[in-house]
């Protein structure tokens, strides 16, 4: 009876049940850790696992090849019909029309110098143009460059206009004077003028209209950016008792006076820099070129002529500029990369089933022959 009892007891001590005189035994009962007898903790809840076959794994290889090659193929075209074209201006090279300009210019100059890059379209661009500056071997990733900015700042916080963050050093403030825009994404501001003109065959030229306007993200534009006092007007007395940035040569106030929905930390030029680059080559919109509105080329085929203000060096960083023409399409930019590895994971896909086919084809051949009977 007694080991009945016994057996009994330690039954109920498994299932998480004390006994009456444990349960009012006081603070030296040991409670069980065995989890409560649910379907989820004792993980009983109904579940499906697949059943890998030939006759699942095989359709599927197939599906997804057939799927995917098309799409690839499609991708691939319609990136192959954008229109591109690059000028490299850096002037490295002693043949380049601006390597005098490369040569001699650097941040502490107070000039600024100017160089006429020639080139020739050989196709016409259609549709919208949009123009582009490229920078390589320039590492916008870097993880202190990327901190080193005031988003309470940029959104027009006065506050922090007064007293930017300490992520900003060593931009944050000069000869006593808080800086605004603060930090060295803001001091490295790309700051060339790019202009461009069509030359006719009678030697004259006509100047192609960039449009300034429309190249920043509207949430950075209306969101991210503001002005501070919320107001656009008066910049001059918003910003009082700041500095502009060591490399800047104007204050954010005249980075466009002339519009006033482009000025101050609003403008687009700044949005679009403000938002870094992952990798070190990278290009960034300038301008846009506006479709005519009758049926001839935005851009006609003929030569041209790129008119650069060179203010922003790169040879010590051994950098290269360039400027980039390009129409776009409903995936974007030219971009080859997603056709091909669309069509590289179909086409192993693809190849996979049929060896997969023809090895299940054999061996279920020979297991058949195993099993017929003499």
């Not at 989820?40 to 995917?68: D, E, H, N, S």
């Amino acid at each position: 009876i007694a080991a009945m009892m016994a057996s009994s007891y330690n039954a109920k001590e498994e299932d998480g049940h004390h006994s009456s005189g444990s349960s009012h035994g006081g603070a030296g009962a040991v409670k069980s850790k065995k989890p409560d007898n649910t379907a989820f903790k004792q993980q009983r809840l109904p579940a499906w696992q697949p059943i890998l076959t030939a006759g699942t794994v095989l359709p599927a290889f197939f599906v997804i090849g057939l799927i995917f090659i098309p799409i690839g193929i499609g991708l691939y075209v319609t990136s192959n019909n954008i229109k591109e074209f690059e000028i490299d201006y850096t002037g490295a090279e002693v043949s380049s029309p601006c390597f005098n300009c490369a040569k001699n210019f650097s941040w502490n100059s107070t000039t600024s110098c100017n160089c006429s890059v020639p080139f020739t379209l050989e196709q016409p661009f259609e549709s919208n143009v949009f123009m582009y500056y490229g920078l390589s071997n320039f590492y916008q990733n870097h993880r202190r460059y990327v901190k080193s900015r005031d988003d309470s700042q940029l959104n027009g916080d006065r506050s922090s206009l007064k007293n930017p963050s300490k992520e900003c050093e060593p931009y944050r403030t000069s000869d006593g004077l808080p800086i605004a825009p603060c930090g060295a994404i803001a001091n490295s501001l790309f700051n060339d003028t790019l202009e461009l003109y069509y030359i006719h065959s009678n030697g004259s030229s006509t100047a192609i209209p960039l449009v300034k306007k429309g190249i920043a993200w509207w949430t950075d534009k209306h969101v991210k950016f503001r002005n501070p006092g919320g107001s656009n007007n008066n910049l001059t007395a918003a910003f009082q008792g700041t500095t502009k940035p060591v490399n800047w040569r104007k204050p954010v106030y005249e980075l466009d006076p002339s519009d006033s929905d482009n000025n101050g930390f609003i403008n687009e030029d700044f949005i679009v820099w403000m938002r870094t680059a992952a990798l070190p080559t990278f290009r960034k919109l300038y301008r846009i070129i506006q479709k005519k509105p009758n049926m001839t080329p935005t851009l006609p085929s003929g030569k041209y002529l790129l008119e650069v203000t060179y203010n922003y060096p790169v040879h010590s960083f051994d950098g290269r500029k360039r400027m980039i023409l390009s129409t776009i399409s409903w995936m974007g930019g030219k971009n080859p990369f997603l056709g091909i590895a669309y069509i590289t994971v179909g086409s192993v896909c693809f190849f996979l089933g049929v060896v997969l086919l023809i090895i299940h084809h054999k061996y279920d051949n020979r297991n058949n022959s195993a099993d017929i009977p003499n």
